[in-house]
């Protein structure tokens, strides 16, 4: 039986999604879960992808095989009841046997945000900017990423396993008197590509680089992205799409569900 998980996390105290030695990861939780739940021990919970320390999902999916069956609604019950409060399963679902977290995703969607005032609560969902920032400057920036480009520039080299082109399919911006969210969708990310894309274009927010220093980056291997790569605090995991799903709510609608939102 392939179980399907929808699920929720802060990633403020884990060490990234995937489960690491003597580190607390969100991979690593639910696999602790996974086999206390089957008493499988060599069983493990694959994700759509890898999530950094400190990077939040609203939904991430992940799944796994065991040879035992549990009724979906009983299961999510069990791993809620053995999971930190800081992880969430939001649904269980029994899926086809060919079904793949990571390889049968057609797109992933992340959403930055910027917060545009000092907050007593919002330090590990956001990232405040105290500097006044050009966002019209962003956008039309931001827009040069959209399509097939080769993303090496905005990798961390040392994690790069193979090819690095990437089909970005859309950005988009939303503002109001506090915030500023970004919303990037495309087929899938490198290690560190989104904080670097955002890292960059907050510095041509700030007017310390050029449009033209992003089309440089794109068009061969230029460590300027990695000088300016935002924190984690405000990435967050939106939704990992399969199929021909909606997913896009107006990003106007999103601030009342996330959790720096008070």
């Not at 392939?2 to 060490?15: A, C, V």
């Not at 053995?82 to 995703?105: Q, T």
């Not at 090496?152 to 396993?161: E, R, T, V």
């Not at 890292?199 to 291997?221: F, H, P, Q, W």
């Amino acid at each position: 039986m392939t179980y399907k998980l929808k699920i929720e996390y802060d990633g403020t105290r884990f060490s990234g999604w995937q489960e690491q030695m003597n580190q607390k990861t969100v991979q690593g939780q639910l696999n602790l879960a996974a086999k206390s739940i089957f008493g499988i021990m060599n069983l493990s919970v694959t994700g759509s992808g890898r999530t950094d320390r400190g990077v939040h999902a609203i939904e991430q999916v992940a799944h796994f095989a065991a040879n035992k069956k549990i009724p979906t609604d009983v299961l999510k019950l069990k791993f809620n009841d053995f999971l930190p409060h800081d992880i969430n399963i939001l649904s269980v679902e029994k899926a086809p046997d060919a079904f793949h977290s990571r390889h049968s995703a057609i797109n992933r969607s992340y959403l930055y945000v910027i917060a545009k005032r000092r907050s007593a609560f919002g330090k590990n969902y956001v990232w405040w900017i105290k500097d006044k920032l050009d966002v019209e400057k962003m956008y039309t920036a931001s827009q040069t990423f959209v399509g097939l480009h080769d993303f090496s520039s905005f990798a961390d080299k040392d994690l790069l396993d193979g090819a690095t082109k990437v089909g970005l399919e859309s950005i988009e911006f939303v503002e109001n008197s506090d915030y500023l969210i970004i919303r990037i969708v495309a087929s899938h990310f490198l290690h560190k590509m989104v904080r670097r894309i955002i890292g960059t274009l907050v510095e041509i927010g700030r007017m310390t680089i050029k449009s033209a220093d992003l089309i440089a980056c794109l068009n061969s291997y230029n460590t300027l992205p990695s000088r300016y790569t935002a924190p984690p605090s405000g990435l967050y995991l939106e939704k990992v799409v399969y199929g021909k799903e909606d997913f896009r709510k107006p990003l106007e609608q999103l601030l009342p569900s996330l959790p720096f939102f008070y």
